[in-house]
């Protein structure tokens, strides 16, 4: 809590000391968003992943890593872009509650029918991708994967709605269930089975499901979630039309090619690694090993969710305004900063950051680097991603993210065999910068930004030489290396503030 504490602070700072009102409002609401987004997200890093690295083998955990993988790439196909899709069209028509009601309904009806799929054909599923014994596995996360997706357009309706206290109050208690009910089951009740004085713990508990408890406790986490939504389901009158859902599709279905390339460029490594590895004995082992060194970069990743939770309608909703390119280049000269403090703080204090995970894990750290500089990168290519979305050219988007897929795919199959998941972190790292150069040359003929290159490369090639500082310097005393590396850490932090003059950072004031 003290780590979240002080992001949170981090965030309430960078609110005062941007000098731009419109900047100053998405920093608020990326602050706000993170609450229900970054906080949620954050907990399960910060309390299951140091749980289940320590009580889980890395096969094990494996097994989680490449399941939730699939959720990742099925969330993507079955909201197919209609997030971004209803933004759009709620910002077009007069009518936002057609908008509304109409998305929310298609999802609804895909989402049932995804789930009636797997009910019918499991087995099958189950035995394509390895999980003949777990069958029930495949049905639980199906269930999940239909709720998360229905729920997306509710959730949508509050962020466009600016009731941020709703959405996180809302994802905060998603989180608590589940974090809850996996603790539950997963240790208390172990012990209470043990101790053989609570007879009732027989009825709920069976040390056979093990894994199997990861899944049911997101299953109940997303079935309350569906319930408190209610209101926002049914506090309109519920009407599909045709037409207006046509036009949603031919919008949104670009978004759902490029965002499941982007689930590809995600999730693919964790998905096809077992089956590239040369040694299948140890397969799901590395899966579990890469997995849980991942998370390790999930700072990173949260800040960017939170940020793109916050900046979608906010970029839409500035679109008109005289000053809005200067707008998005000062966003993303501030992200990067945000981002490249972000980056040090992991890397400088990762002798700390290390222990999040279980010893068994810790062979992987040396992919950490690779993993957050890539998510600076996606980080950078969600921001360049303005330009297609508010000239209705989502289609190019598609072809961008797509190439990323490629480059991720060829990338993992080449080079996994030979260097392992090292050639996977690679893979992340070569696709979004390849996405983050096409799409910035691209976007330049359709809508020409000015950004700050220069401060943003200074700033990134200071903060990698600051890292390559850190690394060539031996101090075998942990408590002088940690020493050291905070003395590089405020240096970054003291350039950026003397060079932007960002004297409120810390303050607060």
């Not at 890593?65 to 910002?91: D, K, P, S």
């Not at 997306?152 to 962020?159: E, G, H, M, T, V």
């Not at 700072?299 to 793109?308: C, V, Y």
């Amino acid at each position: 809590m003290v780590a979240l504490e002080f992001v949170n602070r981090i965030c309430l700072g960078v609110i005062n000391i941007f000098k731009v009102n419109h900047i100053k409002q998405l920093a608020g609401q990326t602050a706000i968003y993170g609450l229900g987004t970054m906080a949620p997200r954050f907990l399960n890093y910060a309390l299951l992943t140091p749980f289940y690295t320590r009580i889980f083998m890395p096969g094990e955990y494996g097994v989680v890593t490449e399941l939730y993988a699939y959720v990742v790439v099925l969330l993507v196909i079955l909201t197919y872009g209609m997030e971004t899709g209803f933004f759009r069209f709620a910002e077009k028509e007069k009518n936002n509650e057609k908008v509304f009601t109409t998305a929310l309904l298609s999802l609804l009806t895909t989402s049932v029918a995804f789930v009636l799929i797997v009910l019918l054909f499991n087995n099958k599923i189950a035995g394509i991708i390895g999980y003949s014994l777990n069958r029930e596995y495949i049905i639980i996360l199906s269930i999940i994967i239909s709720i998360d997706a229905f729920t997306a357009i509710p959730f949508a309706k509050l962020r466009r709605e600016n009731r941020s206290l709703r959405f996180v109050t809302i994802k905060l208690i998603n989180t608590g269930v589940i974090i809850g009910l996996v603790f539950f089951f997963l240790y208390a009740a172990p012990k209470l089975l043990e101790d053989g004085k609570q007879n009732w713990i027989e009825r709920i508990y069976s040390p056979e499901i093990g894994v199997g408890y990861v899944f049911i406790a997101n299953l109940m986490g997303s079935i309350i979630t569906l319930i408190l939504l209610v209101p926002e389901i049914f506090q309109v009158k519920l009407y599909f039309e045709v037409k207006l859902f046509k036009r949603m599709v031919i919008y949104s279905f670009p978004l759902l090619i490029a965002g499941l390339g982007g689930s590809i460029n995600e999730a693919l490594d964790k998905i096809i690694l077992k089956h590239l590895l040369p040694d299948s004995g140890t397969a799901i082992d590395q899966v579990g090993i890469y997995g849980a060194n991942f998370k390790v970069a999930v700072i990173m990743t949260l800040f960017i969710q939170m940020f793109r939770y916050a900046a979608e309608p906010f970029f839409f909703s500035k679109a008109k305004e005289k000053n809005a390119k200067e707008l998005y280049a000062d966003v993303m000269k501030y992200f990067v900063i945000f981002c490249l403090i972000i980056f040090l703080g992991v890397m400088m204090y990762i002798e700390i950051v290390k222990h999040f995970i279980g010893p068994e894990f810790r062979e992987a750290l040396d992919i950490v680097p690779i993993v957050l500089i890539a998510n600076l990168f996606y980080g950078i290519f969600v921001n360049l991603s303005i330009w297609y979305k508010l000239n209705d050219l989502t289609k190019y988007g598609a072809v961008i993210v797509m190439t990323g897929a490629m480059v991720t795919v060829i990338i993992n199959i080449g080079f996994v065999p030979e260097y392992g998941y090292y050639a996977s972190a690679w893979a992340h790292f070569f696709c979004y910068l390849i996405m983050v150069i096409i799409s910035f040359f691209w976007g330049r003929k359709f809508y020409k930004i000015k950004y700050d290159l220069v401060s943003i490369s200074v700033y990134i090639g200071i903060a990698l030489f600051l890292y390559f500082v850190s690394e060539i310097i031996n101090i075998d005393s942990t408590i002088g290396k940690l020493g050291i590396n905070t003395i590089i850490y405020l240096i970054f932090i003291v350039f950026i503030m003397w060079k932007e003059d960002l004297k409120g950072l810390f303050n607060g004031k």
